[in-house]
């Protein structure tokens, strides 16, 4: 409830902010709080705000984002068909955006509606597309850490070969 009533007190008090994409990102948080507490009515109606806010930002990546929050809704309420339906709309802005992210997302969806509804065939092929990008987006989130780590190292020793040649000026300066 507390973080309801603080997004809705952010939205109030920043009427007049010219921002829409940060609207766009709050009523989505908005709807998703309303949704884990069972207020789909409610919740339905911000992330329609959302939706609408996001497409005339031209904000492909977030409106998938938010398809896909709904159809995490709307699954929790055992509404299958509808599952489908906005999970398949975020499947096509990851599509449109080249974001295996939203992809993966929805295809999860996709899986657990099309198996929720006994069509197995479409549940294997969403869960494997699913299981395949979480692969992927796994390993390139290693890579970047290790990439990270790697900087950090070259960084350090960068930093104790300065450290050494400081110290041998110091020495040389002190004999002279």
């Known amino acids: 409830k507390i973080r309801i009533s603080f997004i809705t007190f952010i939205l109030n008090k920043l009427k007049n902010e010219t921002n829409l994409l940060f609207f766009g990102i709050l009523h989505q948080n908005l709807a998703v709080a309303l949704a884990k507490q069972n207020k789909s009515e409610k919740a339905l109606e911000n992330f329609a705000k959302s939706i609408q806010i996001l497409k005339k930002e031209k904000q492909y990546y977030q409106i998938g984002s938010v398809y896909v ?36 997302k929805a295809s999860y969806w996709l899986y657990k509606a099309n198996d929720a509804l006994g069509v197995e065939s479409k549940a294997l092929k969403y869960y494997e597309t699913y ?30 070969k300065i450290a050494e040649q400081e110290n041998s000026i110091l020495q040389k300066k002190n004999e002279n």
Do not use: H, V, W
């Open 69 to 104: 929050d709904l159809a995490e809704m709307n699954f929790s309420n055992k509404e299958y068909n509808k599952t489908i339906l906005n999970a398949s709309e975020a499947q096509k802005m990851g599509e449109s955006t080249n974001s295996p992210d939203i992809i993966s």
């Open 131 to 160: 299981i395949t990008l979480k692969d992927s987006l796994n390993k390139e989130d290693f890579t970047k850490r290790i990439n990270s780590m790697q900087f950090e190292y070259e960084n350090i020793q960068k930093n104790m």
